[in-house]
């Protein structure tokens, strides 16, 4: 029974996220519709990223095990085909039975896109946060060194009870590119929130509101009712996942 | 009593184009309704392009006479917390009595995308036309050269009777930007559809359909019925007007 690894670009605006949820609309439930026009799903369907409600994709990775063998050329333009306009498969190809695209990655890229125009822009608005204000970029870029390598990021995150919060960040970079701001990072994996809440505490130090050792002592003392507001999903991007 | 000048941008994907019509949702309807939270508007609003359902603005540039008199930088402002997202007020200031947005425009640019990429990209599909086949883009630049001058672009027009269709283009280019194709026009003034007329006749020769030698006869026939099929709407900017 082939194992298919798909890597999807979506537009997460209309969706309450990756995960399939009964009611309501979401990346996983479209996509097993489109798969119940081609083939017979025989696994779950897995995911390397559970994107958020609005957060979008440009490379999520995800594996299934199905019953009919088409090849993956023809099964990509099928599923596109099938699924909305929103969603689009932009790779797919057959891979060995070990292949799990949550537990075989080894890291995933997010972005965080910030719009520094003075007015809101039609075309950015759903795929930026939009600060129009004063930042210090050197400041926050400063504060971004301090969260690569190995640490509790309990301070950034919504965790769930009992479920620990260390990760490892690979690298962490802030680019500014015409109006707009990317802040992306590498990690081995993203406890909950983590980008969004790790995005508003950088915006904190930006903003002049915290010093870069203020971060630091946040990011410590992972008290994450201490961190900068978590920025909203539609600046967020889960660009790449590395296998 | 201030004459403004205002430069837009907005996504047309949720209008009826530019033109006030009733009953319909227009972006002249969405400004008027936003300027009566401001001002009261002494004058018509003239804008540079009627964009048509669907076309999108970067700069269209519009002014009209009102009763109060905010300083641009206010204007602008109020007006942009009134408008709905898609549309954006960018720049405004105060001009002469004697300019009209329309009648004062030396030039017009229009900037058409058609989109490459193998699969439907969701980030893409509000602002580029799709088309993923084979393109001979050397043969579109030859074709595209063979339109500037001055022209009677009849055969790319669906002009009302008895209206001349004589129009100076100034510059017209193809530029080929990672998975995208524009096509960018600069001309004194836009005959109702011609980019789209253009650009569809444009792709009948980027797709071996029709010879360059084809493309010109089809112009100076100045009969409609032979262009290529108009592009649709969405791949379509007025990108700047000119003074």
Redesign the interface.
């Known amino acids: 029974m082939p194992n298919y690894k798909l890597e999807l670009?979506?537009?997460g605006t209309d969706y309450s996220g990756w995960q399939k949820q009964p009611g309501l609309q979401t990346v996983q439930g479209k996509l097993e519709e489109a798969l119940a026009g081609v083939s017979t799903l025989e696994s779950p369907i897995y995911a390397a990223g559970r994107t958020d409600a609005g957060v979008?994709a440009?490379g999520q990775v995800v594996n299934f095990f199905a019953a009919l063998k088409p090849s993956p050329g023809r099964l990509?333009a099928a599923l596109?085909s099938f699924l909305p306009?929103?969603?689009?498969?932009?790779g797919c190809e057959e891979v060995g039975d070990g292949f799990n695209a949550r537990r075989s990655a080894l890291a995933r890229e997010y972005v965080y896109y910030i719009y520094r125009g003075g007015?809101?822009?039609?075309?950015k608005?759903r795929?930026a946060y939009h600060f129009p204000g004063n930042l210090d970029t050197g400041a926050m870029e400063d504060a971004l060194e301090v969260v690569i390598g190995t640490h509790d990021f309990a301070a950034f995150s919504r965790r769930d009870e009992g479920k620990h919060s260390v990760r490892k960040v690979f690298e962490a970079e802030l680019r500014s590119v015409e109006d707009e701001l990317c802040i992306r990072v590498k990690a081995n994996a993203f406890v909950w929130m983590m980008m969004r809440m790790l995005c508003g505490s950088l915006l904190e130090v930006g903003r002049g509101r915290w010093t870069v050792a203020d971060f630091m002592q946040v990011m410590e003392g992972e008290d994450n009712s201490l961190s900068g507001p978590a920025l909203p999903p539609h600046g967020l991007f889960l660009e790449r996942v590395f296998y």
């Open positions: 670009e979506y537009d979008h440009r990509a596109n306009p929103d969603i689009a498969v932009r007015y809101p822009s039609p075309f608005r795929y």
